[in-house]
């Protein structure tokens, strides 16, 4: 490092010079304004791959928003799904490399290794990876459903509705994002009721409908009168003993109009938006995209309630809407607890 005493200050003339230079420079290139970067994007081309059937809530989430994009001409899209296992992912994902996409979505619940290892083989395609695990440079960025905020909101009322003192949930594996939602859906329970019980039975699937409705009817039997129906086909048990429900990822509310109050739903638009924008630009790079799905950046929220709001007690509402604010704000956190849950 060369000392101050080793630098000669310009001259009043050598710094007008440098400055009429500078103008002169500015003016010939232009400022990157958002017009000037946008003349420069392209239609990217988006490849997604989905473990489980399509209609499985989390897929439909992420499909929805890409069609999205697309309807706007912001992508050209096209996906495959039913993948379930290492190996037809990897070989469907390793097939579509062929055609040089812009961008693999993928879901990393089987094969994160082998999806990795494409990545690294890939560096010009940008891979956003749905996954608990870390990014990895220099193209792969990680995302997630994290509904801890809303399935919060949704255990305050659990425990405020029931009349057994029993709370039943349903969910598929016990991974970290969904340890996380689960544990904030018993902590609002606990909230409005420390006596309230929640049951909590993981069917070791994401996606096998009857198996989730027999957990649901299994917890219903035991005692439960509101169920949280983490995974597809919890709805369906507590439809057929008419005790209240609340779904999960999407709204649901069509399912059991008279079961279900609302559930946490995630929208994946404010991520696809960011990653669209990255991809049009040519921007490949690794980034956590984990915080998009929060309350206050929109990528999480309350489902509709569907005029349940006039069924339901006010002050239980009143409390509902001032914790909503609070998360929304910054004013509240939640403990973010991936320990696997284990119920009352």
Known sequence: ??????????????????????????????PATEEALAADAKVPVVVAFYATPLE?????????????????GKIRYSWKDNLA???????????????????????AADGDREIRALAAANPGIKFVIGT???????????????LAEPAYLCGILAGSLTKSGMVGVVCGKAEPHVNRTINAF????????????????????????????????????????????????AIAGAKEKGVFAFGNLVDQFAEAPECVITGPV????????????????GVVHAEDL???STLARGGAALAP???????????????????DRALKAGLMTLEQNAATPKGD
């Open 132 to 146: 608990a695990t870390e990014t990895q440079a220099p193209n792969m960025s990680i995302f997630d459903s994290d």
């Open 305 to 323: 309630f569907h005029g349940w709001e006039t069924k339901l007690p006010p002050e239980t509402l009143e409390v509902l809407r001032e914790k």
């Open 56 to 72: 499985e809530p989390w897929n439909m989430v992420i499909h929805t928003a890409m069609e999205m994009e697309q309807r706007a």
């Open 85 to 107: 296992g290492v190996a037809p992912m990897a070989a469907a994902i390793t097939a579509s490399l062929a055609t040089k996409p812009d961008m693999i979505v993928a879901d």
């Open 186 to 233: 018993i902590a609002g329970a606990h909230d409005a009721s420390a006596s309230v019980k929640v049951k909590v039975t993981f069917i070791d699937s994401w996606y096998d409908p009857p198996k989730a409705k027999a957990a649901a009817l299994a917890q219903i039997a035991a005692g439960a009168d509101v169920i949280y129906a983490e995974r597809e086909g």
């Open 290 to 292: 984990q915080d998009f």
């Open 1 to 30: 490092m060369r000392s101050a005493a080793s630098v000669s200050r310009p001259s009043l003339s050598d710094r007008r010079r440098l400055l009429g230079l500078a103008a002169l420079a500015a003016a010939l290139t232009g």
């Open 266 to 281: 995630w929208n994946m638009t404010p991520l696809t938006d960011y990653i669209v924008k990255k991809a049009s630009l």
